[in-house]
């Protein structure tokens, strides 16, 4: 295990030092062990790195705060080792990372395997509700639904020391870390993207994945002009994991074909990146327009909405509009102008949201934004310490019922999953 300053990751390096370099990217909630059925056969080929996600596997809790500057740090931790081009696969999030690589630094990838991955995971509001959850009840929710979510389970039933084992890497991780890698996913989106891809690429799922199954796996292959789709029989989400045999035959087939082994890195044949697409600007919305000299608000009002509210509310609330000018005023103002200024920060923000509401007796708003408290990082013991604090100050009446809002927010936001 190597000793990792703040800007690379803990890793471990198997193979000849001369062989060329395959890296191998964790999902989230696992360590990089969950490779070592692979490692047997991919070692004697390849020089094999795995790393662990910040904060997983005793790594140092340093969390990240986009897939991005996972990368990156990734990028800076094969720097180290003077390894300047590879193979790459990754596990789920792991895959969204080799998705980012890809993009961004398309001359460091030679090849790519993208394992139960997606250009977009979910929702927004699921990944952080998960957060809430995590911030709330701590890991053991999420270490206690792992095996279902991971593994098939006629697996699960015959192989409880593995189920234990990834329910022990949960339960292990820094929830910190695990909040933060929630948020990145919540805002990873590469879809419109997919079409620069340029290198080589193996999709693999399971059959049974539920978490990011064929139908995220076919998304991929059909945006990314030179890829393949393998559908590895009985498996679930960590395929490797799962079905060890098949998905190392895969991987090594794959990348098999596309290296040359050329002085301890991984090459293959140049290839054409086809041009980057041109796309229009979206015309700015016509009422309210920017002050001069100053850009309009309005789409960084939109997007800070969305992350606090969640889309399902904004969706709504624009959808209730029929002409919109009322919901443009509230995104281009109240969130544009005010709720993105620095000199508060979310929490804040959010605790004297709710107090405004509490003294006007604003209900159904102020279940809405208790959610948003919830995401921004306020307890719920905090929760309950602001509207004991209105009830001085705006009237017992007010903050009764408002204590009753708050619970009732609370309750349906952080009871983990049954």
Not at 17 to 22: F, G, I, K, R, S
Not at 126 to 134: A, H, K, N, S, T
Not at 352 to 367: F, K
């Amino acid at each position: 295990m190597s000793e990792t300053p703040t800007n690379t990751l803990q890793y471990r390096v198997d193979g000849r030092e001369d062989a060329p370099v395959l890296v191998l990217g964790p999902s989230l909630g696992t360590t990089f062990h969950m490779w070592d059925r692979q490692i047997p056969e991919l070692s004697r080929e390849w020089r094999v790195v795995r790393f662990d996600l910040p904060g997983h596997g005793g790594a140092p809790a340093e969390p990240f705060t986009s897939v991005a500057e996972l990368g990156d740090r990734l990028l800076a931790t094969l720097d180290a080792l003077g390894v300047q081009r590879f193979g790459y696969a990754g596990c789920s999030l792991g895959g969204a990372v080799g998705l980012d690589l890809a993009l961004r630094a398309p001359h460091r990838v030679a090849s790519l395997a993208l394992v139960a991955a997606s250009p977009r995971f979910g929702t927004a509001d699921e990944f952080r509700q998960r957060g809430v959850i995590v911030r709330t009840n701590g890991l053991e929710p999420m270490a206690r639904t792992a095996p279902e979510q991971w593994f098939t389970p006629l697996f699960a039933g015959a192989q409880p020391a593995i189920v234990d084992w990834a329910v022990q890497m949960v339960r292990t991780t820094d929830p910190a870390c695990y909040i933060a890698a929630c948020e990145a996913l919540a805002v990873f989106d590469v879809r419109e993207a997919l079409g620069g891809i340029g290198i080589p690429a193996l999709v693999l799922v399971g059959s049974e994945d539920q978490v990011t199954g064929p139908a995220e796996a076919r998304t991929l292959v059909a945006g990314i002009a030179d890829a393949r789709l393998a559908v590895v029989p009985g498996a679930s989400h960590l395929a490797p994991v799962e079905q060890p045999a098949a998905v190392t035959d895969l991987l090594t087939e794959h990348f098999s074909g596309t290296a040359q082994e050329t002085g301890g890195i991984l090459a293959v044949p140049p290839r054409p990146v086809p041009p980057a697409p041109v796309v229009e600007p979206a015309p700015a919305p016509e009422a309210g327009p920017a002050v001069a000299g100053r850009p309009d608000p309005y789409e960084k009002g939109l997007g800070l909405r969305r992350e606090v509210l969640g889309d399902a509310h904004v969706d709504q609330a624009l959808a209730d509009d029929p002409d919109g000018a009322f919901q443009e005023l509230v995104t281009r103002y109240a969130w544009g102008e005010v709720w993105s200024r620095e000199g508060l920060d979310r929490r804040t923000r959010s605790a004297v949201t709710l107090t405004a509401l509490i003294a006007g007796g604003h209900r159904e708003a102020l279940a809405d934004h208790t959610r948003a408290a919830l995401r921004n990082g306020l307890s719920p013991e905090e929760l309950r310490e602001i509207v004991l604090h209105t009830g001085v100050y705006c009237g017992l009446p007010a903050a009764e019922t408002a204590l009753r809002v708050v619970a009732r927010v609370i309750a349906e936001e952080t009871t983990p999953p049954a």
